[in-house]
């Protein structure tokens, strides 16, 4: 008993080791990688468009492609729904609580629609209970359409998403890079193997640990980067980073690793949240769509939403909470 209590605390303070570890790495990814792209002449705006979606989703990337490597699925998919559904609602609550955002309207018209038909796209998808190799793949592609849109607009100044970060020299940006691909790839492998040990042993579901718990946790990097945004009253990014980190983690984040596999059943509470999400994304929506700023009562309306989904999910995989 104290064996188990023992190793039960250890997968603990390894999920909490990545957490941080997540925080710290995306640092020197993003930094890294927006140097070297300056390096090679990469226009400023192009690589905002690139490096603020895939660095800040590095953390949901990594849990997708070890979950599928070590043949426990559900623990990506769900990490990454999850933290779809958070980014939408809880991240934008306290980005809106610090500071009143003024929108783009660019945002609505490419980022909101584009982010409105990939979530009907992935439930259209998954409806059959399955997701196929071929579906996988077509939402891969579905980013490649999404990505040549953004750096059309990139090169012709409309707005891009645009993370700050501190530009280094080329052999230490190598070096930043690489310590942030290793990294996130070991943290991402620990994590899902702390994950199925502790599931296992406490007799959780593996889809309702990641919805919720790996979810928030990953979720952090992006939840930094649009509250400091929002912070320097720039609401536009706060809205956009979250909108596009969420395009990027289910097309490619979903899409990429489990085009590798033929068939992955789609669990019920994943189901579930996949059209709390479809939920999320019009409440969003309504929210922003008839007015150019938005500030702390469409925060309340947006952590309403998420509290319900974490009721009603946890409901649904019968644990009850009181």
Known sequence: MKRLSYELGVAFLALAGCFIAFYYLTGFFVSGLGSLAKRFNVPESVVGASVAAIVS?????????????????????GTIVGSAIFNISLLLAFSLWVRKCVLDEKVLKRDGAYYLFVVIVTIVTIMDGVLTRWEALTWFLLYIVYFIWLFRDAIDG????KEEFEYVPTKKAVLYTGIGIVGIALSAD???????????????????????????ATSVPDLFV?????????????????????????LVGIGLPFSFVAVTPIHGNIGLSAFYLLLSVFIFLILILFRKSVGKKE????????????????????????
């Open 190 to 216: 620990i994590m899902v193997r702390s994950t199925v040990y502790v599931t296992n042993t406490l007799g959780l579901s593996e889809s309702l640990f990641s919805l919720v718990i790996i979810a928030i």
């Open 57 to 77: 989703s590095a953390p949901e990337m990594g849990a997708s492609i070890f979950s599928v490597v070590e043949g426990h699925p559900d623990i990506g998919m």
């Open 158 to 161: 409309k707005f891009v998403p």
């Open 226 to 250: 649009s509250v400091d945004a929002a912070r320097k009253g720039m609401g536009s990014l706060a809205v956009s980073n979250a909108v596009g980190s969420n395009i990027f983690d289910i």
């Open 299 to 322: 925060a309340c309306v947006l952590a309403a939403v998420y509290v319900s989904y974490i009721f009603v999910v946890v409901l649904y995989s019968g644990i009850h909470p009181f």
